[in-house]
């Protein structure tokens, strides 16, 4: 056996993303030691993928935004699922989280007095998403980088070494979380580079890993989606809940096939793009549902108007929440009215002159010229749904980000709750910033509370590297883990996606146990020596066990809401919006459920939320969402 | 264009040697580079090590040098090259071989850390930055960098001279020192700390960096000249020279 790396910390955060940056740059705040963990190279994200922004009630635009404002824009976004806790915290506390950013040397685009502009975005009601033009992921990830750069350089000033409180593990990749009497003792992962395992021992894990779009075959994810905080998480015997919310944004490019699935910013639509089918019809107007009729443009030329002047007329259906739009472009493409390669037709060339595409839109010109050798000043762009965010997540506490697993904590897309059933625009890189920092807090918290460090044995080293090179053990009947990833996505995407009904689950559930079931004979080939044949073949054992979190948790709600569509229950049902689907891991009781366990889903109720923020809402918008029962207390009844 | 039946040759081996070997890969309408080595890892060589992460061009992981010429996997179509062509992917030539495409990257996170980090004043409080956008425009361009280190990669300072890479920090972070050094509210002075520590005097501008990045940033024209400007009239200028002689600060 080649020898094993130690390391021991005071925090190991997983994942190098927008959240685990910040938990790691709070916890060394703390003093505490910390090590992050990642599967990429350091500062290659998938926060870099964010375009839009980030949301938080600054006031720079509109001094009539406050967070009470922002928090009913997330409640109203999230269908009222929310953790309402989560959610107050996130809009109270983004605007810090946003001028911090500012200190460590982030450049946000400025207003004309020189503070940091706010935009226009889906579902908020003020401009309130601070950016940097389409590519404001990009400098939360590099400034997040940069500053744990400088507390480094703090570090060698200090203490003579960059690495004494820091220390950046990238490409390494975690297969394990180690537990000592229940209580998080360490992590085991491998080197990508040379195959070579790592132990980290440490009373406290921080999971940041993002979402778990690689399921699906659309997608606008990158290769790490692939839910491994989740499935750890799991694996440890932390819950998931909203498993079956995913947020497909409507607007994926769909040609050419290499590109399917990258995502066409809502932005376009924002600036005046409208969505047509292949007879040139703006189809929307036929897609207003009944809950948003009155608040939306019925004609084409009141939709014009309101794009000239937002008070005079009623805003373009174009506009819609994003389930919304993603359904109807998936009716349209169904009834024949869809485009070459499968999609609708997006145009913005008709509605606004070159320059101006060029100067509002560049990396959307780019892209399409480069990648499809589109010219979006002259032609139509083609675009279908794409799956692009994960509302479901390991449950927290919201505020420390405490799972229930001891010394177990997660924060940003791979926790759950904040979003509810549907994630606003903007909403993402406020929330891995304010929990990401809570969770590196919670975490020294939690640490400097210990009396007694947790130990890793013998046995569980063994276990985790025995699992860990399984692959590479010759069998009879060998898979391949390309195959069985296609295989995984196709089935998800077909069956468990935008539209979802009660058979096509059940017969996504029978290939999830057939692919488990080949899976214990996947098989690689070649060294440990950066073997992405071996690299597919570990996270495949995470996406197994999450899409079955996904399917059962969205076989088992019987209505429709957000990003959870049933086409057999189609309404919005109130007695299911306190309802959580909380996904466990069983406990092994084989081999096989050892390497991927089975998933037991139970429905359980929330907390309601605090009568103070519960009155910061009209009774009568309550009234669409709540049942009668639990308006009881709502001061307006009352009075 | 149907699909077809495309001649790649890549560069297979690891630290300790290795050559060019020649596939035959599937080709379908308006796939690009990286989209033929995930088909070849699927189909032949399940261990083909390649680094990617967003494909969208985004991430910068994908840097690759295609027929030998610096290059984004992602961005790269296949409908470039003529379908009897055959097409040469090799690793990026300045850095260590890990193994295939993969290399050693790390002098670029060792050359991150010498750079002194932003400066800002130190009673300026979150939230109370004021800064005009026209004044920030020129670090945003900057800013853009997607740390491909196709710039580095491209450099003759260090593409064919390991001796040089101690005292060169490259392309990549004469422009992070320059946008620092152009922060409306940075304190620090970096201007003879991009000439004495970084080598900016080793650039003499042939813009390789420039045709290369991706992201269009102009490195030489925006960043290193008027760096080396700013330099030269610091260290150059007699009266400068005679003020810091005479008048020097502590």
């Known amino acids: 056996m080649v020898e094993l790396e130690r390391h021991q910390y005071d925090v190991v955060v997983i994942g190098a993303g927008g959240a685990g940056l910040r938990a790691v740059i709070e916890a060394r705040e703390r003093g505490l030691r910390v090590a992050v963990v990642t599967k990429s190279l350091f500062g290659k994200a998938h926060t870099v993928m964010a375009e839009g922004g980030c949301a938080a009630a600054m006031r720079n635009v509109n001094t009539k935004d406050s967070w009470q404002v922002h928090f009913g824009d997330t409640m109203r976004g999230g269908k009222f699922l929310n953790n309402w806790r989560m959610a107050e915290l996130h809009a109270q506390e983004s605007p810090d989280r946003v001028w911090e950013l500012e200190t460590y040397g982030a450049l946000f685009d400025r207003t004309k007095d020189g503070r940091i502009s706010q935009r226009n975005f889906g579902g908020h009601t003020y401009p309130r998403l601070a950016h940097v033009g389409d590519r404001t992921g990009l400098e939360i990830i590099r400034t997040l980088q940069q500053k744990i750069v400088s507390l480094q350089q703090e570090d060698k000033a200090e203490l003579g070494d960059y690495e004494a409180r820091i220390k950046v593990f990238h490409e390494c990749s975690v297969t394990e979380l180690i537990l000592d009497n229940g209580a998080v003792a360490g992590a085991f992962a491998y080197w990508r580079e040379t195959g070579n395992f790592v132990l980290f021992e440490a009373p406290a894990v921080v999971l940041a890993t993002g979402g778990i779009g690689k399921s699906f075959k659309v997608s606008s994810n990158s290769w790490e989606y692939t839910g491994d905080g989740h499935a750890l998480a ?34 376009v639509r924002g600036d005046g793009g409208v969505l047509k089918n292949s007879e040139g019809k703006r189809f929307m107007f036929d897609y207003i549902p009944s809950v948003f009729k009155g608040q939306y443009a019925e004609t084409e030329e009141e939709a014009d108007q309101w794009l000239k002047d937002n008070d005079s007329a009623r805003r373009t259906p174009d506009l819609l929440p994003r389930d919304e739009v993603a359904r109807a472009i998936n009716s349209e493409v169904k009834a024949g009215r869809g485009s070459p390669h ?251 459920t050892t390497v991927v366990p089975e998933v037991e889903v139970t429905a359980e109720e929330q907390e309601p939320m605090r009568p103070d923020l519960l009155n910061l809402f009209e009774l009568s918008e309550l009234e669409k969402y709540y049942t009668d029962a639990e308006l009881a207390d709502h001061s307006e009844r009352r009075s | 264009m149907a699909t077809y039946n495309a001649s790649l040759r890549v560069w297979r081996g690891d630290d300790t040697g290795g050559g060019l070997q020649d596939y035959t890969v599937e080709v379908n309408d308006g796939e690009v580079v990286l989209d033929i080595i995930h088909r070849l890892q699927a189909t032949q060589t399940p261990d083909l090590a390649v680094r990617w992460n967003c494909k969208a061009g985004k991430c910068g992981s994908c840097s690759a040098e295609i027929n030998g010429k610096p290059r984004l996997l992602c961005m790269t179509r296949m409908s470039t090259f003529e379908p009897d062509e055959t097409v040469t992917v090799t690793p990026i030539r300045t850095f260590p071989i890990m193994r295939d495409l993969v290399t050693d990257v790390s002098f670029n996170y060792q050359k991150a850390r010498e750079i002194p980090s932003f400066t800002p004043p130190k009673d300026l409080q979150p939230g109370d930055y004021r800064m005009q956008q026209e004044d920030i425009q020129r670090s945003q361009e900057f800013r853009k960098c997607i740390e491909c280190f196709l710039c580095q990669n491209v450099c003759h300072v260090i593409r064919d001279h390991e001796e040089n890479k101690e005292a060169f920090a490259g392309p990549r972070f004469f422009i992070r020192l320059a946008e620092l050094d152009m922060h409306p509210l940075d304190t620090a002075d970096r201007q003879l700390l991009a000439q004495e520590d970084a080598g900016l005097g080793y650039c003499n501008i042939t813009k390789c960096c420039t045709e290369v990045c991706p992201e269009h940033i102009k490195i030489t024209d925006n960043a290193i000249i008027p760096m080396k400007e700013r330099v030269a009239d610091r260290k150059y200028d007699p009266i400068v020279w005679l003020g810091n002689k005479l008048f020097r600060r502590t």
């Open chain 1, 342 to 592: 499968g999609g609708v037709y997006l145009d913005i060339a008709s509605r606004m002159p070159t320059e101006e595409i060029k100067r509002r839109l560049p990396s959307m010109y780019h892209q399409f010229m480069e990648l499809a050798e589109v010219d979006i000043t002259k032609d139509e762009m083609e675009v279908g749904p794409t799956c692009h965010y994960v509302m479901g997540g390991i449950e927290v506490d919201p505020d420390s980000g405490g799972a229930s697993t001891p010394g177990l904590f997660a924060a940003g897309e791979c926790s759950g709750g904040m979003h509810g059933s549907n994630r606003l625009g903007g909403n993402s890189l406020s929330d891995l910033l304010v929990f990401g920092r809570r969770a590196g807090l919670g975490a020294a918290d939690y640490v400097r509370a210990l009396s007694d460090r947790p130990k890793v044995t013998d046995e569980a080293i063994n276990a985790a590297t025995e699992l860990a090179l399984a692959p590479f053990e010759k069998r009879p009947n060998p898979e391949n883990p390309y195959t069985l990833h296609a295989e995984l996505q196709q089935s998800m995407n077909d069956l468990v996606g935008i539209i979802r009904k009660e058979e096509e689950i059940q017969e996504a559930l029978a290939k999830l146990q057939e692919l488990k079931k080949r899976y214990e004979n996947v098989m690689v080939e070649g060294g440990r020596v950066f073997n992405p044949g071996w690299h597919l073949a570990i996270d495949l054992r995470n996406m197994l066990l999450v899409s079955e979190c996904v399917a059962k948790a969205a076989l088992q709600r019987t209505e429709s809401r957000g990003g959870h569509t049933r086409d057999d229950h189609p309404e919005m049902d109130a007695n299911w919006r306190n309802t959580l689907l909380v996904c466990r891991a069983r406990p092994a009781s084989d081999a096989a």
């Open chain 1, 234 to 267: 799991l694996r440890a015997g932390s819950a998931l809940i909203n498993m079956e919310f995913i947020q497909f944004h409507p607007t994926g490019m769909v040609w050419p096939l290499s590109v399917k699935g990258i995502l066409v910013t809502e932005g």
